[in-house]
Each structure stands twice: as C-alpha cells, then as structure tokens.
C-alpha cells in the first residue's frame, strides 16, 4: 500500500519595495491612480530586481532553512514561504540585507538619507558610503586586544517593529517606515518632514531652503525617509565612529544600502505580528516605497542657450507621464546649485531641459 507525505506551503510573509519613479503617473502618485486596471498593468511591468538586489544574513536563512521554508525573490520584492504546519520560533529575528544593483538608480531616487554631519556630494546620489573603523578603546579582557568595530553611515533600517500603519480593515497597509518627524533646522536636502496634514520635502541643505508640499499624507504611502537611519552608539571613550547608521558584523555585505529586521511579534498585538502566540505562522506583506526625485525644471533654448521659463514649484521625475507644463527631463539629467559655504550646500536640485 503507498504512503503519501501531503506537505503544504503558505505564504509566509512578503515585502513589497515599490519604487515610484516607475509606478507614478506624472504627478499623480501609483496609489492615486483612478484606474485599477492601469495599477494592475504598471505593477505586471515593474520589476525591482532590475534595481535592487535582497538576501537574508546568514543567521536568518539558517533560520529559513530550519523550518523547512524557502526564500524567494520577486518582481515587487521577496517572500518566505513556510509548512503550513511549521511552529515559528517567536525570539527569532529575520534580517534581509538590500544592495544597489541598478546603474542609472541614484539619478531619479530620493535621497533623504544625509543627517547632520554628512556632507552633500557634488552631485546628489547615493554614492557609497565609506566604512569607518572605529577602535574600542576597552581592551579585551581574555586576549587585551583592542577590539575593532565597523560603521557605515547613511544606512536606514526597516522593521515590523517601528513600522506604521494606514487605512483599516481591506483598505489596510503595513509601512516598515517609521511615521515622518517634524520640521527641524537640522534637515538636510530630500528630507521628508509633516506639516500639518501635509507631507513635505526640504529642498535644499539650508535650513531656510524650500520646503516642497508633496501632497496630504492621508493619501500617499510612507515613503522612506531620513527617519529610518537609526543612531550609532559607538563603545564609551572611542572617537570617529559616523552619528547614524549601522555596525556591520563579519557576514554583512559591504554594499548594504539598507537592512530589514522583523521580528514575528510585537510586544503587544498588532497588525504587524506575522505568528501567533503559539507560533502559528500568520501571512503579512509588507511595503517598503521608495520615492522617486523633485526638481525645479528648467527650460532653455537650444539655439542661443538663454533661459526661456521655469516650472514655479518642484516637480516629480516619473517614467510615466510628465508633471510639467513642456518637455520633461531626462532622469539623468539631475543637477545641483550650490551655496558659498565650506563645504557647500546644496541650495536646490534642478533639470536644465533644452527646447
């Protein structure tokens, strides 16, 4: 007589990274898109990995594995799949490291990622950010070395645990994002503040620079922002460690442009909780939006170079549609305009557009 094993799979818990220079329509950002048919085709199209790249650290697929699960990317993000019968460990934490693979990606990606002490480039990107040794300044006390600990700045960190919601019930959205911060004369360029109702975006490094209204938050996702870098708290007595950012252990890459961590429960019960209190794997998908640049755009002339007109508010790089009045910019054709300090500030980004 044959036996048979019956061992089925649920979707665990998935991550969604939705870019919008890819996903919005001109001015119109993806998740205000009347059309839901238009929403479906814009993300059968969109395909992240073309962008970014995600692995789990190597304690986390250790984890994957040992509970027969399987790690999966895809054209929105990643997933874990695991037995429908599994019992998950509840002190488990699950870390997913994501690496910049795109080579045009840091021309049109809002960078609201520099915090005080981090000097604008001279072209706003997300260049690299150097490693920095920091030396203990504790010996070990088995061998007396001094140990050595590795920082990298600018690196946010998502997790299900600081993450927040939006809408109830069908209409509900578990952002891995913190809640934006208020205004402050510490914002650096592309950093995303709330106003009132509105979210807004500084638009240049002083901290009398614009400050770009990019729509009432009731109706845009949480996008990453310079909140999500959490702080560095270098051992007591040692120097040159950077103000926010992450450690990184011998397994991290050294690419990391950002982490995820979830943990399957919140201390208290929450939308955020993918098990239950018995272990019983609970399917989430969670979303990580990532926002596409605003610039000034600029028209000149391609005959004699003169300035013809400026758009007279910042406007959104899309790679649907166009949110200006005339021909829309290329997304690599981003600059910068600088202030006379030492270092410079980027006073303002800007699309000079030739007619």
Not at 102 to 117: E, I, N, S, V
Not at 256 to 264: E, M, N, S
Not at 317 to 326: C, E, I
Request: net charge neutral.
């Amino acid at each position: 007589m044959a036996e048979f094993l019956r061992l089925g799979y649920v979707r665990w818990f998935e991550v969604r990274v939705l870019h919008h220079f890819w996903l919005d329509e001109g001015a119109t950002v993806f998740d205000q898109i009347s059309d839901p048919a238009v929403r479906m085709q814009r993300l059968l199209t969109y395909d992240v990995r073309r962008l970014l790249s995600f692995q789990p650290s190597t304690p986390t697929a250790a984890t994957i594995t040992g509970l027969r699960g399987v790690f999966r990317t895809t054209g929105l993000g990643f997933l874990v799949a695991v037995p429908d019968d599994v019992v998950v460990p509840l002190d488990a934490t699950f870390e997913f490291f994501v690496t910049v693979v795109g080579t045009d990606y840091t021309t049109y990606t809002a960078q609201p990622l520099a915090r005080p002490g981090i000097t604008p480039a001279s072209t706003p990107s997300l260049s690299p950010q150097p490693i920095v040794s920091v030396i203990d300044s504790v010996p070990d006390p088995v061998t007396g070395a001094r140990p050595v600990h590795r920082y990298k700045a600018n690196v946010p960190v998502l997790s299900n645990l600081t993450g927040v919601s939006r809408g109830a019930g069908a209409t509900l959205r578990l952002y891995l994002s913190r809640d934006y911060p208020a205004a402050s004369a510490g914002d650096a360029v592309e950093a995303l503040v709330s106003v009132g109702g509105n979210l807004c975006q500084r638009m240049g490094d002083p901290s009398n620079a614009q400050l770009n209204v990019v729509g009432p938050r009731a109706g845009l996702p949480v996008f990453l922002h310079q909140g999500d870098v959490p702080p560095i708290t270098p051992p007591a007595g040692s120097t040159g460690a950077p103000s926010f950012g992450i450690e990184l252990t011998d397994t991290t890459p050294t690419g990391v442009t950002a982490a995820i961590r979830l943990a399957p429960r919140r201390p208290a019960d929450s939308p955020f909780n993918f098990a239950g209190p018995d272990g019983t794997p609970w399917p989430r998908v969670f979303e990580v939006h990532l926002q596409n640049r605003w610039t000034t755009w600029q028209y000149y002339s391609k005959s004699d170079g003169s300035l013809i007109s400026a758009e007279a508010s910042p406007l959104p790089l899309t790679h649907f549609g166009n949110a200006g009045s005339k021909q829309k910019p290329s997304s690599a054709a981003i600059g910068a305009e600088f202030d006379n300090q030492d270092p410079p500030r980027i006073t303002r980004l800007v699309c000079d557009i030739y007619i």
